[in-house]
């Protein structure tokens, strides 16, 4: 099994920044791409940021400029640092992780449990 887990969250004023850890373990062979979604109240969930194995990054238009996703290829860590947060920056952020299991060799996406940010205004 793979396990994936965030930290960082927290609350922050406007124009603030947060980084965002999230930790991979478990039977893993190797992983594809990481990612992070987030889910506002009442909102359904969307990308914020993908990295593949190779450092290619894809932003959601909302958040270029101001958010860089990171990956430790040796530490199975994916980051987020987030500067200039804004209140509509406020959700429960997800990672995610594209992982080739080293038993049975198959690739299954898994997710973290979730970190709240909150940006006060």
């Known amino acids: 099994q793979v396990q994936l887990v965030e930290s960082g969250g927290g609350l922050v004023q406007a124009g603030g920044s947060l980084r965002l850890s999230c930790a991979a373990s478990g039977s893993i062979f190797a992983i594809n791409a990481m990612g992070w979604h987030r889910q506002a109240p009442g909102k359904q969930r969307e990308l914020v940021a993908t990295i593949t194995g190779g450092g290619t990054s894809v932003y959601a238009d909302s958040v270029k400029g101001r958010f860089i996703i990171s990956r430790d290829n040796a530490k199975n860590i994916v980051y987020l640092q987030m500067n200039s947060l804004k209140p509509e920056d406020t959700a429960v952020y997800y990672c995610?992780?594209?992982?080739?299991?080293?038993?049975?060799?198959?690739?299954?996406?898994?997710w973290g449990q979730g970190t709240q940010v909150t940006v006060s205004s």
């Open positions: 995610n992780a594209n992982v080739r299991n080293s038993l049975t060799f198959r690739s299954t996406v898994y």
